[in-house]
């Protein structure tokens, strides 16, 4: 039997499994698409595993719904957070936590001894076309057409060690989400496929966001791609450096400090429930 918890970051759900505990399971990839399943395993928009590192105080490893790898997760990484902390791996209100080969400093509110709130800080965006990656020229990749089937859009590109495609639109409708979302996430300019944001821009400091996810669909909160709408509405002059941002599961406060070059986003962490899977 496989121990596993459920976890959450504003709506944004995944699998995790203690391999401080307990090996690292076999086949991850088949094992993230089984467990991940709404309706015949536990559900999620994937699978992450928190592992022992010599380079910090835990490691992150993480799989879309498809069973795809990801480099980072925003509000996966608050949660492994609040993991370790919680279960006693590291009673540090400062944790480092490893993931693709780059460490993380996350800051920990902790309330009557469990944390409620994480800071994490996610570096520096990479702004340089190539490097993101896309085949759009550019350092910054900034209002570029992206022609589609049936509509074009104006978009700006970031990577937040993984790679997003920012459109601002009037209306971050379903037609847009769901339709085009998959179009831009498969789209040729993006080798490495994309995560897709949809943004209504509401004020100077807040703005609405769907996404579309690389390798699971629309989810309820996207905090990589959070910070990259928090970084796309500074180069496009339509948002200040710390906004608000309404996802479907919830808020998350960004800001991209001017001093530092970094990205810092501060949002909950939540533990639903604990289980066992059959191997």
């Known amino acids: 039997m496989l121990s596993f918890t459920k976890m959450h970051g504003a709506g944004n759900d995944y699998i995790y499994v203690?391999?401080?505990?307990?090996?690292?399971?076999?086949?991850?990839?088949?094992?993230?698409?089984?467990?991940?399943?709404?309706?015949?395993?536990?559900?999620?928009?994937?699978?992450?595993?928190?592992?022992?590192?010599d380079e910090a105080d835990a490691e992150m490893r993480m799989f879309n719904s498809d069973g795809s790898a990801s480099e980072m997760c925003g509000n996966g990484i608050r949660c492994v957070a609040k993991y370790v902390?919680?279960?006693?791996?590291?009673?540090?209100?400062?944790?480092?936590?490893?993931?693709?080969?780059?460490?993380?400093?996350?800051?920990?509110?902790?309330?009557?001894?469990?944390?409620?709130?994480?800071?994490?800080?996610?570096g520096e965006p990479i702004l340089d076309g190539p490097t993101i990656p896309t085949t759009f020229a550019g350092n910054p990749v900034v209002d570029v057409s992206?022609?589609?089937?049936?509509?074009?859009?104006?978009?700006?590109?970031?990577?937040?060690?993984?790679?997003?495609?920012?459109?601002?639109?009037?209306?971050?409708?379903?037609?847009?989400?769901?339709?085009?979302?998959?179009?831009?996430?498969?789209?040729?300019?993006?080798?490495?496929?994309?995560n897709a944001e949809f943004v209504e821009v509401l004020s100077r400091t807040a703005v609405r966001q769907r996404t579309w996810e690389r390798g699971s669909g629309e989810t309820l909160a996207c905090g990589t791609g959070a910070s990259a709408v928090c970084v796309a509405g500074v180069l496009t002059g339509k948002t200040e450096r710390e906004i608000t941002v309404h996802l479907l599961g919830g808020d998350l406060q960004l800001e991209w400090n001017e001093q530092d070059n970094h990205v810092y986003m501060t949002g909950p962490a939540t533990e639903v429930f604990s289980g066992e899977w059959p191997e």
């Open 18 to 53: 203690d391999c401080f505990a307990q090996p690292i399971p076999d086949n991850l990839p088949e094992l993230a698409r089984a467990m991940s399943d709404r309706h015949f395993g536990v559900g999620g928009d994937g699978l992450i595993l928190i592992c022992p590192t």
């Open 85 to 122: 902390y919680d279960h006693g791996i590291k009673r540090n209100e400062i944790l480092r936590i490893a993931s693709a080969g780059t460490i993380y400093e996350l800051q920990l509110t902790v309330v009557d001894g469990l944390v409620e709130q994480v800071r994490v800080d996610m």
């Open 146 to 194: 992206l022609p589609l089937p049936n509509c074009d859009l104006s978009v700006t590109c970031v990577s937040m060690g993984n790679p997003h495609c920012v459109a601002f639109v009037e209306q971050a409708s379903d037609e847009l989400v769901t339709g085009v979302g998959p179009l831009v996430e498969h789209d040729t300019h993006f080798p490495n496929r994309v």
